[in-house]
């Protein structure tokens, strides 16, 4: 299981999000069990889905 700060982090890290962003994508997922953290095209978002599944993170791309 991952701490949040570690999910904020990465969330910053890869995606680039702001604190704040991150924060909030955190908190909807713990108490939703899901957030869209980016949009776009498949080509777009498979590297994100790559790097953040080898950070342990559970990632789906969906339609």
């Known amino acids: 299981?991952?701490?949040f700060e570690y999910v904020i982090d990465t969330l910053m890290k890869v995606c680039?999000?702001?604190r704040e962003q991150a924060e909030t994508?955190?908190?909807i997922t713990h108490y939703k069990g899901k957030c869209a953290v980016m949009h776009g095209s498949f080509?777009?978002?498979k590297p994100y889905y790559d790097?953040?599944?080898g950070h342990q993170l559970t990632v789906k791309i969906v339609d």
């Open 1 to 3: 299981m991952n701490t």
């Open 16 to 18: 680039h999000h702001t």
């Open 25 to 27: 994508c955190a908190w």
């Open 43 to 45: 080509e777009e978002l």
């Open 51 to 53: 790097i953040l599944l």
